[in-house]
């Protein structure tokens, strides 16, 4: 079974200030991970998956096998990051790509 | 494109009535999911659904809980004689196909006295 672990529930940073959101996940295959996003008032969205590889609003994550992570970082926050952020498993059994999710993280940027 | 939309976005029940939640899918996409989500936790996969058929009811519970996905109209989730443990809110995606994206809806919020 998959298990997505986000470790902290709040984290509070000052605009500017670099920012970790930790993600550990436990499968014995070979997932593929996410980054998703809530801003307030708003769904659910895609941040970042990390075979695209790509750095969405600043965002990078790495997927790191051996240490079983996908930490989300970026090297100035803004007040606009401000949101509920969820890491996410998918382990695309056959044509199944259900998503578990962690439990999230508020990113609270203050000015 | 609208994007996915739930109806209602809130719902109140008694205990003991049913509730049915909606999902309309984005235009072209034929993939649905239903995800729980209850206070201080993630979201749960559900189902997975594709056009008229259940691809995974995994995590839909055994009982009082259906969903189904017709060839023409939204998805429905379907709740019978709710209990105060089905508070939570529900949120569906979609996507075009198995692999790609999810979209996600704004959620159904059901609360259940």
């Known amino acids: 079974a998959q298990r997505v672990t986000q470790p902290e529930k709040l984290l509070s940073v000052f605009k500017g200030a670099p920012v970790e959101l930790k993600c550990n996940y436990s499968y014995s295959g070979s997932p593929e991970l996410f980054w998703y996003v809530q801003y307030s008032r708003q769904r659910l969205q895609l941040l970042l998956r990390h075979i695209s590889r790509e750095s969405i609003k600043g965002f990078t994550a790495d997927l790191n096998k051996g240490e079983t992570s996908f930490h989300l970082k970026k090297p100035f926050a803004q007040e606009e990051d401000s949101a509920m952020y969820y890491c996410a498993l998918s382990a695309h059994t056959g044509a199944n790509s259900k998503l578990t999710f962690g439990k999230g993280i508020t990113l609270s940027v203050r000015p | 494109n609208a994007g996915v939309m739930q109806n209602p976005r809130h719902l109140v029940r008694r205990r003991g009535q049913e509730a049915r939640l909606r999902c309309s899918p984005m235009k072209g996409h034929s993939h649905v999911y239903w995800y729980r989500q209850l206070p201080e936790e993630g979201l749960k996969f559900m189902v997975y659904l594709q056009k008229e058929n259940i691809i995974d009811e995994s995590g839909m519970p055994k009982e009082r809980f259906s969903a189904e996905f017709p060839k023409e109209g939204p998805s429905i989730l379907r709740i019978q004689q709710v209990v105060r443990g089905d508070s939570a809110a529900y949120f569906c995606?979609?996507?075009?196909?198995?692999?790609?994206?999810?979209?996600f809806g704004p959620g159904t919020r059901l609360t259940v006295t």
């Open positions: 995606a979609s996507s075009p196909s198995p692999r790609e994206e999810q979209y």
